[in-house]
Nanobody, 124 residues
Framework: QVQLVESGGGLVQPGGSLRLSCAASGFTSDYYVIGWFRQVPGKAREGVSCIRVTDGRTEYADSVKGRFTISRDSAKNTVYLQMNSLKPEDTAVYYC?????????????????WGQGTPVTVSS
């Protein structure tokens, strides 16, 4: 059974940093993509970043380019999202998701397995 577990969310002041983790288990394929998404109540889920686990190829939403960095530790089956220079508009529940195959995407409908989410609040 595929399981994705996010951690690392919390409350941070504007300009601060957080690192989110996504631990994946329950599957054996080496060809998959992990995406990070975020959602604010009443709004559509937004793709933030994704990484192709095989070679580390990445993609970012324009809203986070230069501030967020996605990375993976293949030995630990864990993907990280380092978030720097956080803004109040980054406040959301952050989800990681898995897509089998090798194409990175920020479209949530391309991902079939989801974690439970971790909340991030950026406020002074």
């Amino acid at each position: 059974q595929v399981q994705l577990v996010e951690s690392g969310g919390g409350l941070v002041q504007p300009g601060g940093s957080l690192r989110l983790s996504c631990a994946a288990s329950g599957f054996t394929s080496d060809y998959y993509v992990i995406g990070w998404f975020r959602q604010v109540p009443g709004k559509a889920r937004e793709g933030v970043s994704c990484i192709r686990v095989t070679d580390g190829r990445t993609e970012y939403a324009d809203s986070v380019k230069g501030r967020f960095t996605i990375s993976r530790d293949s030995a630990k089956n864990t993907v990280y999202l380092q978030m720097n220079s956080l803004k109040p508009e980054d406040t959301a529940v952050y989800y990681c998701a898995r897509r089998l195959g090798s194409s990175c995407s920020l479209r949530s409908d391309f991902f079939s397995a989801w974690g439970q989410g971790t909340p991030v609040t950026v406020s002074s």
